[in-house]
């Protein structure tokens, strides 16, 4: 009896062999796939896993099946000798040497149709707000189709933005893509609530890539609102998910506008932010062993930055079109230093340049419209309504130049009739440029405020140019 017991401890104490029992058991449980196992995971680096035995193309996505049962996906992002390299769209926590891996039969795809509008999704294609999600829609792959840019339709056609600097200062077509740049708390969220809001789109397609957690709400119920959600659709990746998911965010929300152009809808998609696409890609690359090149963004920062842009813009003749915004974060607020913000003006059609200082001094939306751009204002425009622009451009010019000397008093009055004159028009001028969050303004409204104020301030110039004569009187 002593001797049975003895071999009973001695047994219990190979807790190794139990345990090496016990994962096989739950490994034989979980491994049920329906589809063969192809491949093994050999090593966790990070948020990157090294694969071997898994045949299958970049891009495609798989699934590990851990040893504690659940299954996680991942997406192939490259190759490094006999190994394959992925990255979960979740967390590694639970993936152990030797847990097996599932290769997935297509690319990544998302249903799109009229139910996902009014839907928050976050970058699986999954519900955020707690609704089930019908499986209805036709599929589309998240890396879409490149179009033929001889099979696009020229933009000739104004787009109502509901904003009075940007609608007559700015003009956009539709199919137009244009850029935000500014630094952090310069007001772009509050800028694209109002865009979503006011702008004539029949379909408003929101990226939120990187975005934080408690910004996401805020931006739905205050900036975006309830109205404008009916028929919006929004994807969300926050600061703290995978960079393949951030990424995949991006792709996710183009895709859904794509779909949507094919059935001839006019789409206004919004990104916030490229920048955090960028640094997406960024930390993948840098994983695959790419070299670092301007300010540590590797190679393919830039490329994807230009394919993204690219599937944005003008459909085919029977087609809708895409018009977009893309928000794009200035470190520094140094435009001409930022590597993101530089390739990304290379290949937008316009930016739009919010001031920081503008926003100190309460002058909201902070748009500079001396070093905002529309590339296609005259196609847009009308010859008096660009003539109109150009000489708002050169008054507000003029009064840039001579603001320091005019605050400190340096300046004389009377001296140049001319800046005298714009110096008394500018509350007009700042009054026009500025609007509340509530506020709307049509394109024909903002284009006759427009001329209006110009009007008035070549008639206030010629006015003094004639006391300036008769205060000189007949040449002696």
């Given at each position: 009896?002593?001797?049975r017991?003895?071999?009973?401890?001695?047994?219990?104490?190979?807790?190794p062999?139990?345990?090496?029992?016990?994962?096989?058991?739950?490994?034989?449980?979980?491994?049920?796939?329906?589809f063969?196992?192809?491949?093994?995971?050999?090593k966790?680096?990070?948020?990157?896993?090294?694969?071997?035995?898994?045949?299958?193309?970049?891009?495609?996505?798989?699934?590990?099946?851990?040893?504690?049962?659940?299954?996680?996906e991942?997406?192939?992002?490259?190759?490094?000798?006999?190994?394959?390299?992925?990255?979960?769209?979740?967390?590694?926590?639970?993936i152990?040497?030797g847990?097996?891996?599932?290769?997935?039969?297509?690319?990544?795809s998302?249903?799109?149709?009229?139910?996902?509008?009014g839907?928050?999704?976050?970058?699986?294609?999954?519900?955020?707000?707690e609704?089930?999600l019908p499986?209805?829609?036709k599929?589309?792959?998240?890396?879409?189709?490149r179009?033929?840019?001889?099979?696009?339709?020229?933009?000739?056609?104004?787009?109502?933005?509901?904003?009075r600097?940007?609608?007559?200062?700015l003009p956009?077509?539709?199919?137009?893509?244009?850029?935000?740049f500014?630094?952090?708390?310069?007001?772009?969220?509050?800028?694209?609530?109002?865009?979503a809001r006011?702008?004539?789109?029949?379909?408003?397609?929101?990226?939120?890539?990187?975005?934080?957690s408690?910004e996401?709400?805020?931006?739905?119920?205050?900036?975006?609102?309830?109205?404008?959600?009916?028929?919006?659709?929004?994807?969300?990746?926050?600061?703290?998910?995978?960079?393949?998911?951030?990424?995949?965010t991006?792709?996710?929300?183009?895709?859904?506008?794509?779909?949507f152009?094919?059935?001839?809808?006019?789409?206004?998609?919004?990104?916030?932010?490229?920048?955090r696409?960028a640094?997406?890609?960024?930390?993948?690359?840098?994983?695959?062993?790419?070299?670092?090149?301007?300010?540590?963004?590797?190679?393919?920062?830039?490329?994807i930055?230009?394919e993204?842009?690219?599937?944005?813009?003008?459909?085919?003749?029977n087609?809708?079109?895409?018009?977009a915004?893309?928000?794009?974060?200035?470190?520094?607020?140094?435009?001409?230093?930022?590597?993101?913000?530089?390739?990304?003006?290379?290949v937008?059609d316009?930016?739009?340049?919010?001031?920081?200082?503008?926003?100190?001094?309460?002058?909201?939306p902070?748009?500079?419209?001396?070093?905002?751009?529309?590339?296609?204002?005259?196609q847009?425009?009308s010859?008096?309504?660009?003539?109109?622009?150009?000489?708002?451009?050169?008054?507000?010019s003029?009064?840039?130049?001579?603001?320091?000397?005019?605050?400190?008093?340096?300046?004389?009055?009377?001296s140049?009739?001319?800046?005298?004159?714009?110096?008394?028009?500018?509350?007009?001028?700042?009054?026009?440029?500025?609007?509340?969050?509530?506020?709307?303004?049509?394109n024909?409204?903002?284009?006759?405020?427009?001329?209006?104020?110009?009007?008035?301030?070549?008639?206030e110039?010629?006015?003094?140019?004639?006391?300036?004569?008769?205060?000189?009187?007949?040449?002696?």
């Amino acid at each position: 009896m002593r001797l049975r017991v003895t071999v009973m401890a001695a047994s219990a104490r190979r807790t190794p062999l139990w345990d090496k029992a016990l994962r096989q058991q739950a490994l034989s449980r979980a491994h049920s796939f329906t589809f063969p196992v192809r491949g093994k995971v050999h090593k966790v680096l990070g948020p990157m896993l090294e694969a071997t035995g898994l045949k299958s193309s970049i891009g495609y996505a798989c699934h590990i099946c851990c040893s504690t049962g659940h299954q996680i996906e991942a997406e192939i992002v490259g190759f490094r000798g006999d190994y394959t390299l992925l990255m979960p769209v979740g967390s590694t926590r639970g993936i152990a040497p030797g847990d097996p891996i599932a290769p997935g039969v297509s690319m990544p795809s998302i249903r799109v149709g009229p139910h996902l509008l009014g839907r928050v999704l976050n970058g699986l294609g999954e519900p955020m707000d707690e609704k089930a999600l019908p499986a209805a829609g036709k599929p589309w792959a998240l890396h879409g189709t490149r179009l033929n840019p001889f099979s696009r339709h020229i933009i000739d056609t104004p787009m109502r933005l509901g904003i009075r600097a940007m609608d007559a200062c700015l003009p956009m077509g539709r199919g137009q893509r244009m850029g935000l740049f500014a630094g952090a708390g310069v007001g772009k969220s509050s800028l694209m609530g109002m865009l979503a809001r006011n702008s004539d789109a029949e379909i408003n397609v929101i990226a939120l890539v990187g975005e934080r957690s408690r910004e996401v709400r805020e931006f739905l119920d205050l900036a975006l609102g309830s109205e404008a959600l009916k028929h919006s659709v929004v994807v969300v990746a926050t600061s703290d998910m995978p960079p393949v998911l951030r990424l995949r965010t991006a792709h996710m929300a183009t895709t859904i506008a794509e779909a949507f152009r094919a059935e001839g809808r006019g789409v206004l998609l919004m990104m916030d932010s490229l920048t955090r696409v960028a640094q997406a890609q960024r930390e993948i690359g840098l994983m695959l062993g790419e070299p670092p090149a301007s300010k540590g963004y590797t190679p393919s920062c830039f490329s994807i930055i230009a394919e993204l842009l690219e599937r944005a813009g003008p459909g085919g003749a029977n087609d809708g079109d895409i018009s977009a915004f893309y928000t794009v974060l200035v470190e520094g607020d140094d435009i001409q230093a930022d590597p993101v913000a530089d390739a990304a003006m290379s290949v937008l059609d316009g930016h739009v340049i919010l001031d920081r200082n503008l926003a100190e001094q309460g002058h909201y939306p902070a748009i500079n419209i001396l070093k905002s751009v529309s590339r296609l204002d005259k196609q847009l425009s009308s010859a008096e309504l660009l003539t109109a622009m150009r000489t708002l451009r050169r008054k507000l010019s003029m009064f840039e130049r001579m603001e320091d000397m005019i605050s400190i008093g340096a300046y004389e009055s009377g001296s140049n009739p001319e800046l005298d004159q714009v110096i008394a028009m500018m509350p007009a001028i700042r009054k026009f440029l500025q609007q509340s969050p509530d506020e709307f303004s049509s394109n024909e409204e903002s284009a006759q405020r427009l001329l209006e104020l110009v009007s008035k301030m070549s008639y206030e110039e010629s006015l003094h140019e004639t006391q300036h004569i008769q205060n000189i009187g007949p040449a002696q």
